[in-house]
């Protein structure tokens, strides 16, 4: 997907309080500039609901304290950004401690936050680069990205490229990652039972 770039530099706050009611598309704040995200592929949709269901059934067969809200944005602690993930996991037993949450849908605190995603488009730098960093210095426990054509440089995935996807978990403040292909079946310490390989959620965005 090609980002379309608003050139003015805004703080988070005015970003939230400029931010569309409504709007078709959903927008990102990098630094202070606001991004314009193109709405997604048919295939990355697809692809990206099929891992809300499954999560989701998860959640409720295990009588899990999460949801996954509708959207949110995570606010960076280290500048003027805030991103919304495909998809988030957050923590019923943490997240009334979260100052913005009621009334603005805002997530400040790593430790509101069990799982985030990110399923990797031509902006693929974003996900395994600045947002990696950022929700790494956040705290957020597991972070997936789900680069199903893969797309990613190869320092990240390898060469030959191929779909990969790429669990982060935290220990000890740093990312530690396992990378997961064909038959590989998911690790996930969020859901350890989950029953999922890689080429069948790849299969989705096929």
Do not use: C
């Amino acid at each position: 997907m090609i980002q379309q770039f608003i050139p003015k530099f805004v703080t988070f706050d005015e970003f939230i309080a400029w931010y569309p009611e409504n709007s078709a598309h959903h927008y990102e704040l990098h630094n202070g500039v606001i991004i314009e995200m193109p709405k997604a592929t048919g295939k990355h949709s697809k692809l990206t609901g099929f891992l809300i269901l499954k999560v989701g059934i998860e959640i409720d067969r295990l009588k899990l304290p999460y949801f996954i809200p509708k959207e949110s944005v995570i606010k960076s602690i280290r500048s003027d950004s805030g991103y919304e993930p495909d998809i988030i996991v957050l923590d019923e037993q943490t997240i009334g401690d979260e100052p913005r949450w009621e009334r603005e849908s805002i997530i400040t605190k790593g430790t509101s936050i069990s799982l985030v995603v990110e399923v990797v488009s031509t902006n693929w730098r974003d996900d395994y680069a600045l947002k990696l960093e950022e929700y790494e210095a956040l705290g957020i426990q597991e972070y997936w990205i789900v680069d199903y054509l893969g797309l990613g440089g190869r320092r990240f995935i390898g060469n030959p490229k191929q779909p990969t996807f790429s669990v982060y978990q935290l220990v000890e403040g740093e990312y530690q990652i396992q990378q997961f292909r064909g038959s590989d079946r998911i690790e996930s310490p969020t859901f350890p039972e989950l029953q999922l390989t890689a080429e069948q959620i790849f299969a989705v965005g096929a």
